[in-house]
């Protein structure tokens, strides 16, 4: 009803996150529940009456775009950052293997998702293409879609740039050209149209369908701070 600008007083906001804890959160998680109840409020105006209304999505539906931006740029900092670490010439961890890169990668996302939820973007897609899945399942609007996925890129831009200059003088140390292509970006080993877009369709399914069995509703809420 809220989301649609409807108006509710606040005993029927109540009766209705009471009644969804009841039949969905166990007795554990529930304590989580006063934290979404303060998040939905915060976006609701109070009127003379008592009643509580909504406000209009343009009012607040763009609230997450620092987040994403900003958690993008973390991201790329902390993923890009140990691929130059491990790439260029010079560097203290050159030739360290793809056991330090993925392990790098495993924290820049997580850190990019924590960095993104704290400013703001509870979903921390931190992906377009994450983003546009939830688009399609109902959960983003095509503007916000858009928005957010602006965002996303111009922090992962931002991300890299800082990523060059924290490693200046290593690209005029470093000939290969490929290899200073590949910090930023993937490339087939072995080029293939079909092969690679094959590869490319398997690995973004495999992202989207195990973010969505992490925060499925059979695994429950996660702890705060998680």
Request: hydrophobic share 50%; proline share 4%; charged share 15%.
């Amino acid at each position: 009803a809220l989301a649609g600008g409807d108006a509710m007083t606040g005993k029927d906001l109540l009766n209705l996150f009471s009644g969804f804890a009841a039949k969905y959160w166990t007795a554990a998680e529930q304590p989580c529940l006063a934290e979404r109840l303060v998040r939905v409020v915060s976006r609701c105006e109070i009127l003379n009456n008592g009643v509580i209304k909504s406000k209009r999505k343009k009012d607040y539906y763009m609230d997450n775009l620092l987040g994403e931006f900003v958690g993008t740029l973390v991201l790329i900092v902390f993923g890009c950052g140990v691929c130059a670490n491990l790439t260029l010439d010079k560097s203290k961890g050159v030739g360290g293997g793809w056991i330090c890169i993925a392990v790098g990668w495993g924290f820049a996302v997580t850190l990019g998702v924590f960095t993104a939820t704290t400013l703001g973007a509870p979903q921390g897609d931190l992906n377009p293409a994450v983003t546009l899945g939830k688009t399609m399942l109902g959960i983003y609007t095509v503007p916000q879609f858009a928005a957010t996925s602006v965002a996303q890129i111009l922090g992962g831009i931002c991300g890299a740039a800082i990523v060059w200059l924290a490693y200046l003088p290593h690209w005029a140390e470093t000939e290969n050209k490929p290899a200073k292509l590949g910090i930023f970006c993937t490339a087939p080993a072995i080029r293939n149209a079909f092969a690679n877009f094959l590869c490319e369709f398997i690995a973004t399914f495999f992202l989207m369908f195990c973010i969505w069995t992490i925060f499925s509703k059979q695994i429950g809420a996660m702890p705060a701070g998680y």
